[in-house]
Each structure stands twice: as C-alpha cells, then as structure tokens.
C-alpha cells in the first residue's frame, strides 16, 4: 500500500489527453512540492516534472503537472505511442520522513 | 554528461550483506546535491531507501534503518549501500540517482538486479 495514490492504468488512442491523479495527505503533497517519473518498459525511471509543474529541458511541452490541495496531477496531451510507460510521482512525507512514491500508472496507448 | 552506473553481485544469500556501489561520472559528488538508493521490487514500483548528502550526511528509510548504511568514496566518486541481514523480501532492481533538497531526482543509474536466494 503506497502512501501517494495513483490509479494503476490509464489508457488513450493517439492524439488524446490523458491526466494521471496523485492523492495524498496534508504531510505529504499538501505540504510539498511533487514530482513525476516516467519508466519505459525494462528502464529506469526518468525525471519528467519537478516542483509541482515544471519540465527539465528536453521532456516535450505535451506533458504538465498541476498540484491543488493534497492531490497533484500529470497530464499528457496528444498522446503518442511512446508515451506508453509507468509514471510514479514522488514527494516529501513528514510522517514517514522519507521520500515516498505513488504505485505507479500504467499508460497503455490504444 | 552526468552519469551514475550501479555495480555489485546479482546473487546474495539470505542472512548475508548485500553491497552496491554507484559510480559517478560528469560530476564531482563533493560539489554538492544529494545521492540516493532506490528499489523496486519486480513487478512492484519505486521504494526510496536512504540518501547522503555531499557533507556525508544520511538519512534512511525508517523501515530499513536498523539494517542499511549509505557512504561515500569521495577518492573514487562513488557511493555505496550495504543492506544486511537480507531476505528474499530485498530481491529487487537497485537504482542510484542524484537528487536535491526538494526530492528532484534528475539523474539515475541503469538499475542492477539482485535476487536473494540460498
């Protein structure tokens, strides 16, 4: 049981807009910034956004992330067939003091 | 480029210590930010396990406390985890990553599998 929540799979035809929920709690994204990680099948896990909303040069615009309150969101838009990943956000957690993950959404693009 | 590469035995008995090193190249690990271990299960998702930051500084996840330690070779720019008294609950991918204060984990290694098995 993971302490950020994620649902375990989203899917999209290409083209469409997918969005991604992250729920936790008032010690952990309600007070922290989140980010996100993209996993290609078989690799490691890369930064997709940081401080709640904010893309490393090189991930492509299609992907944003918002934060409102104890949840954040990821949302990719016009989606594309190497899209098709597991995405974790991450965050800061004052009870468990330590980093903690979300179980992971599966992206399938249809 | 920055680049972070794990290294260590594939295969450790239960009971015994698993030690992994991370070598860093690109970067100089006592200019700064923080450097991580991660885990991930197979078929499981991302668990954090400890960091250090650049001072030597660590901090641990509470669940693996009493058994990890994460320390630097400042010498040789890497960094390394020892895990002790595994069971077949630590057979997992390990990752390394570098990381800031906020929990940006920018770079990360390729990952090494370790199977706990007698």
């Known amino acids: 049981q993971s302490v950020l929540t994620q649902p375990p799979s989203a899917s999209g035809t290409p083209g469409q807009r997918v969005t991604i929920s992250c729920s936790g709690s008032?010690?952990?994204?309600?007070?922290?910034?989140v980010s996100w990680y993209q996993q290609l099948p078989g690799k490691a896990p890369k930064l997709l956004i940081y401080?709640?909303?904010q893309r490393p040069s090189g991930v492509p615009d299609r992907f944003s992330g918002s934060k409102s309150g104890t949840s954040a969101s990821l949302a990719i838009s016009g989606l594309q067939s190497e899209d098709e990943a597991a995405y974790y956000c991450?965050?800061?957690?004052?009870?468990?003091?330590?980093?903690?993950f979300g179980g992971g959404t599966k992206v399938t693009v249809l | 480029q920055v680049q972070l590469q794990e290294s260590g035995p594939g295969l450790v008995k239960p009971s015994e210590t698993l030690s992994l090193t991370c070598a860093v190249s690109g970067y100089s690990i006592s200019s700064g930010y923080y450097w991580g271990w991660f885990r991930q299960p197979p078929g499981k998702g991302l668990d954090w396990i400890g960091s250090?930051?650049?001072?030597?500084?660590?901090y641990y996840t509470p669940s693996l406390n009493s058994r990890v330690t994460v320390s630097v070779d400042t010498s040789k720019n890497q960094f390394s985890l020892k895990l002790n008294s595994v069971t077949a609950a630590d057979t997992a991918m390990y990752y390394c990553?570098?990381?800031?204060?906020?929990?940006?984990?920018?770079?990360w290694g390729q990952g090494t599998m370790v199977t706990v098995s007698s």
């Open positions: 401080s709640n909303n």
């Open positions: 250090m930051y650049h001072s030597g500084i660590t």
């Open positions: 990553a570098r990381h800031s204060y906020s929990g940006t984990f920018d770079i």
């Open positions: 008032s010690s952990n994204i309600g007070s922290k910034t």
């Open positions: 991450a965050a800061w957690d004052d009870s468990m003091n330590g980093w903690v």
